[in-house]
Nanobody, 128 residues
């Protein structure tokens, strides 16, 4: 599976963006899809995951502001980001991972090492 993230841009604090992750190649319906972000000078961190059963998990600092959805027919996953904060600035990546329910990732964390296929990132800049 090859992934391509898009939809990033420059937005003011409080604004919204909708990121897309499009897949090519064989179907990704059997994978969990996660979004990671990486700020300048910081490590890449997992922020949300959607399993094939559409269960979702969000880390605390995006919960209530970000919403995941997936359309397996279109081979796409979407990340709706609302109430954006300057600290949301970074490069956002999508990746495929083991088809485990979201509560597994809630318990174990969304770890970079668990995700195999990565898309090219999309830049998000939130101005204050």
């Amino acid at each position: 599976v090859q992934l391509q993230a898009s939809g990033g841009g420059l937005v003011q604090a409080g604004g919204s963006l909708n990121l897309s992750c499009a897949a090519s190649g064989r179907t990704f319906s059997g994978f969990a899809i996660s979004w990671f972000r990486q700020a300048v000078g910081k490590e890449r961190e997992g922020i949300s995951v959607i399993a094939s059963d559409r269960s979702t998990y969000y880390v605390d600092f995006v919960s209530g502001r970000f919403t995941l959805s997936r359309d397996d027919a279109k081979k796409a996953v979407y990340l709706q980001m609302n109430s954006l904060l300057p600290e949301d600035t970074g490069v956002y990546y999508c990746a495929t991972g083991p088809n485990l329910r979201a509560n597994y990732y809630r318990d174990e964390g969304i770890k970079v090492s668990a995700f195999a296929s990565w898309g090219q990132g999309t830049h998000v800049t939130v101005s204050s």
